[in-house]
């Protein structure tokens, strides 16, 4: 069975410093990995997604994350972080292999970027 | 383009009573995705179509969760007989198809309350 963790309830940060989002997964054969953000009263919005190739996936409003194999992560980076960025963000993991179509979604990590 | 639509927004109801939620997805996309997303749980997986297969209904939580989609198109998730636990945003998203790791694009939700 596929899932993913996100260690992190909370993570605060000041503007202008730079922002990291852990996930690991879990997966019995190879990930496709996906980051989405919640701002308030709306639904997810698509940021980011490794499939294949460079390990280095850049997204979304200056997001980017990095697929690590050996330690199973997918760290969401931002090099320097907004008051705007403040939000739920959800890491999410689909398995190759398993013939599903469903993504296993980590519990979020609230981002509070301090002015 | 337009992206997947819900409605209603907010739905507030009686304990034992009926709801309809309905879903609108991006034109042209195959696959149709249900999510359920609730303080206690984070965010679970309900159903799945995937154009004139049979859907996969493994994530529903009980008999009283059904979903049908008409046309290929729209689609309704129906609880019968809400109980309070049933209280949380319903996600639809759709993909392309499922035959690739297409990404799954969310609606705003539709916020339940069960009284």
């Known amino acids: 069975a596929q899932s993913v963790a996100q260690p992190e309830d909370q993570v605060n940060v000041a503007e202008g410093n730079p922002l990291t989002v852990k996930c690991t997964y879990s997966?019995?054969?190879?990930?496709?990995l996906f980051w989405y953000v919640q701002y308030p009263n709306r639904g997810l919005q698509f940021l980011l997604k490794y499939i294949t190739g460079d390990n280095l996936v850049k997204g979304s409003y200056g997001f980017e994350a990095e697929f690590n194999k050996s330690q199973t992560s997918f760290h969401l980076k931002k090099p320097s972080a907004l008051v705007s960025d403040s939000a739920l963000y959800f890491c999410?993991?689909?398995?190759w292999g398993e013939g599903n179509n469903r993504l296993a979604f980590g519990k979020g990590n609230q981002v509070v970027v301090i002015p | 383009g337009a992206g997947v639509s819900q409605s209603p927004s907010n739905k507030v109801t009686e304990k034992g009573k009926d709801v309809e939620l309905r879903c609108d997805p991006i034109s042209g996309h195959t696959a149709l995705y249900w999510y359920r997303q609730s303080l206690g749980q984070g965010l679970e997986f309900l159903i799945y179509f995937q154009g004139n297969s049979a859907p996969d209904k493994s994530g529903l939580p009980s008999d009283r969760f059904s979903a049908e989609r008409t046309g290929g198109s729209v689609s309704t998730l129906t609880i019968q007989r809400t109980q309070q636990e049933d209280s949380a945003v319903y996600l639809c998203a759709s993909s392309l198809s499922s035959g690739r790791p297409d990404t799954q694009y969310f609606g705003p939700g539709t916020r339940l309350t069960v009284l």
């Open positions: 999410a993991v689909r398995d």
């Open positions: 997966v019995s054969g190879n990930p496709y």
